[in-house]
Structure formats: structure tokens, C-alpha cells
């Protein structure tokens, strides 16, 4: 069992910057990768970056390439998300997820959730 805890999240002009990270607990050495996703009202929830836990592998989405950059501190058991140039419709819910098996992109593939944090993007 894995227990993650999103923190960071608030309201920012566009063209700010947010930093958003996630602490993982728990059983943390049966993680293979760490992500996050997005869900903005009535969307469905979208990956954003993921990072592999041990190699630091990363993978983006392609509308954050660029200005998102995602991290792990090891010794924490953290994974942070440092968000640029913010866009208001980067506006959403984000979430911090877990993946046992891989470095997944799709929501299904991962084991365990975050209770999400509220990022607020204003023009």
C-alpha cells in the first residue's frame, strides 16, 4: 500500500509559476514511477509527466513540454512539479499517481492516487 499527498497547489496570474509536490509513503519501494495528471471540470483526467523513481527517466505530454519540469528527490520519497509560464487552461485539479509496473501515460495503469490539489490559472 501507497499513500500520496499533493501539496502546492493555489491561484496564479498567467505567466507564473507554481511549484506542486507529492509525498509518497507507505510501501514506496514497490513504485517503478511516479506521475502526475490533470483533470479540469467536466474533462477527463489527463496525463501531464512522468518520471521514472530509480533512472529519472521523464516523459511529457506535448502541451507542457517545455514549460514543466517533474523531479524526484529519492531520500524524500518526493516528486515535484514545477509548473512555467502558466496558461489559464492549465487551470485543473492535479494529481499525484503511483505506477507498480512502468512508466504509464494513461490513468488505468496506475496503482495508487493523490487527493489532488486545485491549480488556478486567472488571465
Known amino acids: 500500500q501507497v499513500q500520496l499527498v499533493e501539496s502546492g497547489g493555489g491561484l496564479v496570474q498567467a505567466g507564473g509559476s507554481l511549484r506542486l509536490s507529492c509525498a509518497a509513503s507507505?510501501?514506496?519501494?514497490?513504485?517503478?514511477?511516479m506521475g502526475w495528471f490533470r483533470q479540469a471540470p467536466g474533462q477527463e483526467r489527463v496525463f501531464v509527466a512522468g518520471?521514472?523513481?530509480?533512472?529519472?527517466?521523464?516523459y511529457y505530454a506535448d502541451s507542457v513540454k517545455g514549460r514543466f519540469t517533474i523531479s524526484r528527490d529519492i531520500a524524500k520519497n518526493t516528486v515535484s512539479l514545477q509548473m512555467n509560464s502558466l496558461k489559464p487552461e492549465d487551470t485543473a485539479v492535479y494529481y499525484c499517481?503511483?505506477?507498480?509496473?512502468?512508466?504509464?501515460?494513461?490513468?488505468?495503469?496506475?496503482?495508487?492516487w493523490g487527493q489532488g490539489t486545485q491549480v488556478t490559472v486567472s488571465s
Open positions: 499517481a503511483a505506477d507498480r509496473n512502468g512508466l504509464g501515460r494513461k490513468r488505468v495503469e496506475y496503482d495508487y
Open positions: 507507505g510501501r514506496t519501494f514497490s513504485i517503478y514511477a
Open positions: 518520471i521514472e523513481w530509480s533512472g529519472g527517466y521523464t
